[in-house]
């Protein structure tokens, strides 16, 4: 909010002409929204509540990394979007001011979770092209593409992801999204900071087409809504939280977008007064939009006190060609109008307010025809007509025990009458209407939920089917009370029972079953219990037990509201909404308390709070849905100084000298070492003044008593050269970040990048480089980085060495971290860039081959290694270097590329490329949806990849059958003794031969080998692989199979992380001392891996009596790591560090037991009474878990087995029976990205 506005806010007291509805029953907030000062706004720079700068400076932001150049960078988002909030209502945004208009020239990497759909709550939803493609939109800061699609139970295959940049904070929410044919626009809190862009883009192709944005006459602020006009003309309108309604067109001479001012701003459409008090009570916050026939827009416009004080809003139609227009005065809406919908003829309008009033206006040529509103027994939060206009859908808020409603009412007869009801999971806040399909779509939370309905409009009452991704939020954690590791549980119900606990001492995931919460350490350890007074009201009292202590020193609409809270001995713990910090205070009855230490990191109200043990760490939970870990050591003891920075700083010699920096503290981690000196500070107060200070004595003093939520920026010299320059607060970040999702994926990082994940978790996570407005952001996810990133020696030693550094000194490199997040940086960028050439994204794939180009473009000095493609997990038949880049591999410029080629004349053109082109040959196997990935490494091992999906249409030339091979070894007798005997491996090699034999007849033409006891040796098993090869490589088809069944011992060289297969004559003193050349290893499998079809590997080896006594998830993960560099399908008895059983009745491991029953038939037609184990306790989360589309995990009874089919039965089925019987084993299939999209044939029933 500018400083005009704020003056008006003095002067509402004063304003009769409002003062009626801000001080009724209905009391209207009268304080300003105002923010803190964000990472990005520079010392002097306009904030939200703030004069205009001073003395702009040009410092680098919180984000950036030490030693970065570019001054102009707004800060980096680094973690999750918060949840929503009790309404739609869009947050306050920036205000105009030129200083807020600089784009985001670049950013340092925000960790961004992704996953094939929403993370945050939706907000906004639309269909086009006869209801095959929707979009969906929300406070995940993301905009996901699905299309219509045969794939799966759910009807729909998620296309693409669209993102824009982020920032922390709310920066980045989409408020609003439209789509036209292929177009979309998508608006919200812009992270430019109240520049109020909007972006289009190609949602076939996913390219940005443009960004509306004008500092003149565009937006200023928060853009919460926008539209697609209907007919053939290309026009969009748009409006923000100001009430200003702008009109976006191509200009017919130039082709440039322009905007035109519909409706004006508050500030000059009303009095000073009026338009503050709009502000001041957020009724600003909804402002919808729709249109009524091709030129006609309608936008609610305030007309004084309504009913009962309320603030009154008619809704005002205007003439998008002429300016011109009028009130329809029917209705007055009340405090504020929630949605409006209307039909593309015009001839219906409806909409609906926070009084819960309807209404329902009929037009005939141009003129109201009619008018209607009702009242339904519960606030409407969305309304959507349908097509014909004669049906009116909407949700509403929870009403007591019935909860919230979707409903139909028939208006086509007068009258609206209620047609249906039904009840929902929560609040509706965005739904569209399919009337084709006869098709009500709605959002929920952060999934879609449909509905279908009959011609009248009666709604199925079957289940809804749904778009979801396996993301909780966990709203219990505490840690375990055995000292000798740490181990934390979580629980996704207030309140409930725990449902996972991760090892953090050995980074695993253990079974949910009988989760004993007696040994997990309580959040209250004191000997009262402490609370606040009341959580929702300003002030916020402390009381321990019903004795009140101090008042907490937050502030609502600044700090948050408390949400959760701990003890320990001496300190009082709380966490927070909105800004959705953690605060440290004294555990006594200073008033108001002390503040020892201020944690920040999480970007969602925090929901749960514990402290290990021994009281070393505070772990925390938020409805961001991650768990953080942050280090309390010393926390009693360390000085206001260490607690507040990190630090201590000491006057030598008139310099203030940085000592003792912690290495877990929020300094080390912004480049500052001992001996750095600090040569300056400056600070913007609430007022929006701007301070600094250079005096050594006065700078230590503000360090020390500057509030806490005051941003300081620091300037530091090092040896008499620039040091570190940067804003922070005094605020500590956490030593790690774990997130858990429904299908027991996993990972935790630390804020340097460094992490460990589960077979398909580094999938799930990675940073996002933002890149100006103009521009598309970077995306690169952590699994490209694994190879230098993926440290699981590192994070299990995290929490017992206390900090990064320290930890990373115990393991055998002895090399500690690269300042921040200085070792992301380096694989940025050190890694190669693709550029796809041909086919275009968003192409129609047509026929049964395809030629793939790309550019590759090497950092200088970097050598590439020869690229890799697949197609739906097809290798290329052919791969041709096209054109060589034109600087030689291992040159550092241009012009000494040229002069090493003899071509000294060259040397001066340095602005040569240094980029190959690659092109690849495939034959495309017959699926409808095709997947193309692109992977380019250089020797160093950063990678960079492209994967990009396309609608394939076959030809309709007949093929022959396809073929399926299947290469089986099963060994249980081992030559030497001490290798422990398995009693069933070698049959169970044999059942799975034959079932393939006989289940897979009517689909391929199948054929086998199978080595079993003695004969499983690794020389029979090259000759057999090769074989193999040979024999198919002359007729391979890409429709066709192959197999690889190894069911036995397995065990990793942890020296070099190789996995190995143990064979009949392996010995156990050879693999004692790392000597592995009796056992077979995945590089044996090459030549099967090459062939132009795809491949799945099914790997039954982690039973008991295993070699390595101490068994690892890494043990088996490494072997998938191996089979994932050329995208080979597999599927696991375990996930590498559990036991597979074996069982005496079926004689065959647990997990081919189950599989064989999936082959056979039964996963076809799975249902729930088909898992005959009921789960115990957290198990049912493994077991009745849904893919990452949130599809329905059951048989589609058509009579074949697919891929899809077989993983989802055995993995629900072992995960139950297991939990059930205490001896947890938890199948996993991967890559899960290539598994969501694939339609690959098994067996027949």
């Known amino acids: 909010m500018n400083s005009n506005i704020a003056t008006g806010l003095r002067s509402v007291v004063a304003g009769c002409l409002v003062a009626a509805w801000l001080t009724t029953g209905a009391v209207l907030s009268t304080h300003a929204q105002t923010h803190l000062p964000d990472e990005s706004q520079l010392p002097g720079q306009a904030g939200p509540d703030q004069p205009k700068p001073l003395d702009p400076s040009g410092l680098p932001s919180e984000s950036d990394l030490p ?44 960790l961004r979770l992704s996953f094939d759909g929403h993370t945050g709550v939706i907000r906004s939803m639309d269909l086009s092209d006869g209801g095959r493609t929707l979009i969906t939109a929300g406070e995940d800061k993301e905009v996901h593409v699905w299309r219509r699609s045969d794939i799966g139970s759910s009807g729909w295959m998620h296309r693409r992801t669209i993102r824009w940049p982020v920032t922390r904070g709310p920066r980045g929410l989409i408020y609003a999204a439209t789509l036209k044919g292929d177009q979309l626009a998508f608006a919200g809190y812009g992270a430019s900071g109240g520049a109020g862009e909007i972006r289009v883009v190609d949602v076939a192709s996913g390219d940005l087409q443009r960004t509306l944005f004008d500092d003149q006459t565009g937006h200023r602020s928060n853009v919460v809504s926008v539209g697609w006009a209907p007919g053939d003309a290309v026009r969009l309108v748009s409006t923000d939280v100001e009430g200003k309604l702008i009109l976006w067109q191509p200009d017919t001479t130039t082709g440039f977008w322009l905007p035109k001012v519909l409706v004006a701003a508050d500030s000059q459409t009303y009095s000073g007064p009026v338009a503050a008090a709009l502000a001041a009570a957020d009724r600003r916050a909804f402002v919808p939009t729709t249109f009524v026939g091709n030129d006609y827009v309608v936008v609610p416009r305030y007309t004084g006190p309504g009913e009962n004080g309320y603030a009154g809003w008619q809704l005002q139609r205007v003439n998008m060609v ?44 141009g003129s109201i025809a009619s008018f209607e509103s009702f009242r339904p027994d519960a606030a409407p939060n969305f309304v959507q007509l349908s097509d014909s206009g004669d049906q009116l859908f909407f949700g509403t808020d929870a009403v007591g025990d019935e909860g919230a409603q979707l409903q139909t009412w028939d208006i086509s007869k007068g009258k609206p009458t209620l047609v249906s009801s039904r009840r929902v999971d929560g609040l509706v806040r965005a739904g569209v209407i399919d009337e084709s399909r006869r098709e009500v779509l709605v959002s929920q939370g952060n999934e879609v939920h449909w509905f279908s309905y009959d011609t009248g409009g009666a709604l199925d009452d079957s289940p809804p089917k749904r778009l979801k991704t396996p993301v909780d939020v966990v709203r219990r954690v505490a840690f375990a009370k055995d000292g000798d590791s740490y181990q934390i549980a979580m629980g996704h119900s207030k309140g409930g029972e725990f449902d996972d606990v991760f090892d953090l001492s050995e980074s695993k995931l253990r079974g949910g079953a009988d989760i004993d919460a007696d040994a997990f350490v309580p959040a209250q350890r004191l000997p009262n219990m402490w609370r606040i007074g009341d959580p929702e009201k300003e002030p916020f009292q402390f009381f321990e037990s019903d004795q009140a202590r101090g008042t907490l020193p937050l502030v609502q609409h600044l700090n948050g509201s408390p949400t959760a809270i ?28 002390v503040l020892v230490r201020q944690m920040r990191d999480h970007n969602g109200a925090v929901t749960s709070l514990g402290t290990s043990s021994d009281g070393k760490y505070l772990v925390s939970a938020a409805e961001d849905a991650t768990v953080s870990l942050w280090n309390l050591q010393d926390i009693d003891t360390a000085t206001p100084m260490v607690n507040r920075w990190g630090c201590e700083f000491e006057l030598e010699s008139d310099a203030l000298i940085a000592s003792g920096v912690r290495e877990d503290g929020p300094l080390y981690f912004r480049g500052v070492r001992g001996g750095d000196e600090l040569v300056s500070i400056g600070w913007v107060n609430h007022d929006g003044e701007l301070f600094a200070e250079s005096d050594v004595a006065a700078m230590r003093d503000r360090l020390l008593d500057l509030p806490f939520d005051v941003m300081v920026e620091l300037k530091f010299k090092r040896l008499r050269s620039a040091g570190p320059h940067f804003n922070s607060l005094p605020a500590w970040r956490p030593i790690a970040t774990l997130f858990v999702d429904q299908n027991r994926e996993w990972a935790w990082w630390t804020p340097a990048g460094y992490y460990d994940a589960s077979f398909n978790g580094h999938q799930n996570f990675g940073w996002q480089l933002n890149r100006g407005r103009d521009n598309e952001v970077e995306y690169f996810r952590a699994a490209q980085f694994r190879k230098q990133l993926e440290r699981p020696d590192i994070m299990r030693r995290l929490l017992a060495a206390g900090s990064l ?19 992301i940086v380096n694989q940025y960028e050190s890694k190669p860039t693709i550029r796809l050439l041909k086919p275009a994204a968003g192409e129609k794939i047509v026929g049964d081959e395809l030629v793939v180009e790309a550019s590759i473009d090497v950092p200088l000095g970097a050598s590439l290694v020869k690229p890799k493609a697949f197609v739906s997990g097809v290798p290329a038949i052919s791969c041709e270097l096209v054109q060589t880049p034109m600087i030689a591999a291992g040159s550092t410029s241009a012009a000494e590329a040229a002069n090493a080629a003899g071509n000294p004349a060259e040397s001066a053109d340095t602005d040569q490329s240094n980029a190959a082109i690659y092109r690849w040959k495939f034959r495309l196997p017959q699926d409808r949806q095709l997947q193309l990935e692109i992977l380019a490494a250089t020797e160093a091992e950063s990678v960079d990849r492209v994967l990009v999906e396309f609608d394939h249409q076959p ?43 006989e289940k897979s007849a009517l689909l391929y033409q199948t054929s086998a080998d199978q080595l079993v006891d003695t004969d499983a040796t690794r020389p029979l098993w090259r000759v057999f692989a090769r074989d193999a090869a ?32 143990v064979t009949a004559d392996a010995r156990y ?92 038939g039964k996963a076809d037609q799975m249902d729930e009474s088909s898992i005959n184990r009921e789960p115990a306790n957290g198990a049912a989360r493994a077991a009745q878990s849904v893919d990452s589309l949130g599809r329905d995990s059951t048989g589609n009874g058509d009579g074949v087995i697919s891929i899809t089919e077989l993983v989802d039965y055995v993995s629900r089925r072992v995960s139950r029976e297991s939990e059930a019987e205490g001896m947890p084993q938890h199948p996993t299939a991967s890559p899960g990205y290539l598994l969501r999209t694939l339609t690959l044939p098994l067996t027949t029933r």
């Not at 102009?72 to 105009?96: I, K, T």
């Open 1030 to 1061: 040979d024999r198919l490589r002359p007729v391979v088809s890409p429709d066709d199979l192959v197999i690889m069944y190894l069911c036995g011992h397995g065990l990793r060289d942890r020296r070099t992380n190789q996995w190995y297969f």
């Open 67 to 110: 030693g970065q150049a570019d001054p102009s960078q707004l800060p980096g988002e680094d973690r999750l979007p918060p949840e929503s909030s009790a309404d739609q209502r869009a947050d306050g945004g920036g205000e105009p001011g030129n200083n807020e208009l600089a784009p985001i020239a670049g950013s340092a990497p925000l």
């Open 1069 to 1160: 003193n050879d693999l004692m001392n790392d000597r592995y050349d009796d056992c077979i290893a995945f590089s044996d499998l090459a030549s099967l891996a090459q062939l132009p079809c795809r491949k799945l590997a099914i790997l039954d080896s982690c039973h008991s009596g295993a070699v390595q006594p101490l068994m690892r998830t890494d043990d088996l993960k490494s072997a998938l790591r191996f089979l994932q560099d050329d995208v080979v399908l597999t599927l696991t008895a375990s996930e590498g560090d559990e036991e597979a059983a074996e069982q005496r009745e079926s004689r065959m491991g647990r997990f081919t037991a189950t599989m064989v029953d999936a082959l056979g």
């Open 322 to 365: 002429t300016g011109a227009s009028d009130l329809l005065t029917n209705l007055v809406h009340l405090k504020h109008v929630r949605s409006m919908s209307a039909t593309d003829d015009g001839r219906r309008l409806a909409s609906c307010d926070w009084a819960g009033t309807i209404g329902v206006w009929t037009f005939r040529d």
């Open 566 to 593: 701990a003890t320990m001995p001496g300190l009082v713990i709380v966490g927070t909404d909105r800004n959705n910090n953690i605060y440290a205070y004294r555990a006594d009855d200073a008033d108001p308390p």
């Open 805 to 823: 550094p320290e930890a990373m000194r115990q393991t055998v490199s002895q090399i500690g971290p690269a300042a921040g997040q200085g070792a």
């Open 955 to 997: 030809s309709d030339v007949s093929r022959a059958k396809p073929r399926l091979h299947v290469l089986a070894i099963g060994v249980g007798s081992y030559r030497d003794p001490q290798i422990q005997s398995l009693d069933f491996a070698a049959g169970a090699a044999g059942t799975v031969v034959n079932l393939f034999r």
